[in-house]
């Protein structure tokens, strides 16, 4: 069996000998950014990509399947490369969704204590008690219930947050008022007190988050993105912030990573902004997840994770 892995240059080793641990007998190739391909090369069964690198899919002619080092999968069917014939296949949590939680339930404690307030007045040296509030007097809403979003609402739940979620289908979730489909997300936004998108970046959730549809929270509500960037209209947040409408965000995902010196979002102090760091690919898991999938499509079993083409996730 043969893999051909694309991960950045610094994390290279790693990778590389993860993979021959995890799959004795296999021969992992190493595909460099740049790097020339021999067309007489032998083609490989399984690709197993990070970032993108425009040589991996060259010359291959017998692939199985491609797999995602990660959980998001934009800018790998963004490569013209990327061949629609054989499953690409992402990454399901692997450790992911414990950080992702973390992150939000750090977000959505600030939001209950109001750090944001308190930083705000340490800034002019102004001491006021703030009412205080309790997360099951506060709505909290939870875009994309996928295998990592599913988890954060729960987590949300279990905070205290009367708790919605959004989804394109039905789906039960304990705790969790699920609303699905486009027709129900007026309804699930309105007066929500901390929204948080988990959502992908596809054409149907591009700019979903805008002033009409984020005018729907309540009044001083917190925003958290810890899925895609493409979601956000950044302008438009920034002006409901500007107009108290909004009272800031949480932000670890940007149209444009890393994000520009010159971004708005650097100069709100409402504003958290988050190198992408919610949910760190966790070598050791992915590759297990990786290695245990290989397995079963080798034995002719079906695998989870298969995204779905028409939709882009
Ligand atoms: C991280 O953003 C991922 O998609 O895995």
């Known amino acids: 069996?043969?893999?051909?892995?694309?991960?950045?240059?610094?994390?290279?080793?790693?990778?590389?000998?993860?993979?021959?641990?995890?799959?004795?007998g296999a021969h992992v190739e190493l595909r460099e950014p740049g790097q020339a391909?021999?067309?007489?090369?032998?083609?490989?069964?399984?690709?197993?990509?990070?970032?993108?690198?425009?040589?991996?899919?060259?010359?291959?002619?017998g692939l199985k399947a491609v797999f995602a080092l990660s959980a998001g999968i934009g800018h790998l069917l963004a490569l013209p490369g990327l061949p629609r014939s054989v499953p690409l296949i992402r990454l399901e949590d692997a450790g992911m969704a414990t950080e992702m939680i973390r992150y939000v339930q750090a977000a959505a404690l600030r939001f209950v204590l109001r750090l944001d307030t308190y930083a705000r007045q340490q800034r002019e040296a102004n001491w006021?008690?703030?009412?205080?509030?309790?997360?099951?007097?506060?709505?909290?809403?939870?875009?994309?219930?996928?295998?990592?979003?599913?988890?954060?609402?729960?987590?949300?739940?279990?905070?205290?947050f009367a708790v919605r979620g959004y989804a394109q289908s039905e789906k039960k979730l304990k705790g969790v008022q699920v609303f699905a489909g486009k027709s129900r997300l007026d309804a699930f936004l309105d007066g929500l007190n901390v929204l948080v998108s988990v959502?992908?970046?596809?054409?149907?959730?591009?700019?979903?988050?805008?002033?009409?549809?984020l005018s729907r929270?309540?009044?001083g509500a917190h925003v958290v993105n810890i899925g895609?960037?493409?979601?956000?209209?950044d302008d438009d947040l920034v002006a409901l912030v500007e107009r108290g409408k909004l009272s800031?965000?949480?932000?670890?995902?940007?149209?444009?990573?890393?994000l520009p010196s010159d971004h708005l979002f650097w100069r709100y102090p409402e504003i958290v902004?988050?190198?992408?760091?919610?949910?760190?690919?966790?070598?050791?898991?992915?590759v297990a997840q990786v290695a245990g999938k290989i397995a079963q499509l080798e034995r002719g079993e079906p695998v989870s994770g298969i995204v779905a083409f028409e939709k882009g996730y």
Not at 3 to 24: I, Q, Y
Not at 228 to 233: D, F, H, N, Q, T
Not at 248 to 258: I, K, N, Q, S
Request: hydrophobic share 45%; with cysteine; net charge negative.
């Open 1 to 24: 069996m043969r893999l051909v892995l694309s991960v950045p240059p610094e994390v290279a080793a790693l990778w590389h000998g993860l993979f021959e641990a995890a799959l004795p």
């Open 37 to 61: 391909v021999d067309p007489g090369a032998i083609p490989a069964d399984f690709v197993a990509i990070y970032g993108p690198c425009e040589t991996v899919f060259t010359g291959q002619r």
């Open 128 to 160: 006021v008690q703030q009412a205080t509030r309790a997360p099951s007097s506060l709505k909290a809403g939870v875009m994309g219930l996928g295998v990592i979003g599913a988890q954060v609402a729960q987590a949300l739940v279990e905070q205290g």
């Open 199 to 213: 959502l992908p970046a596809t054409p149907a959730t591009d700019g979903i988050l805008n002033r009409q549809s």
């Open 217 to 219: 929270l309540a009044d």
């Open 228 to 233: 895609r960037g493409a979601a956000l209209v």
């Open 248 to 258: 800031g965000a949480t932000l670890d995902v940007f149209r444009e990573e890393p």
């Open 273 to 286: 902004v988050t190198p992408h760091i919610s949910g760190i690919t966790g070598p050791a898991a992915a």
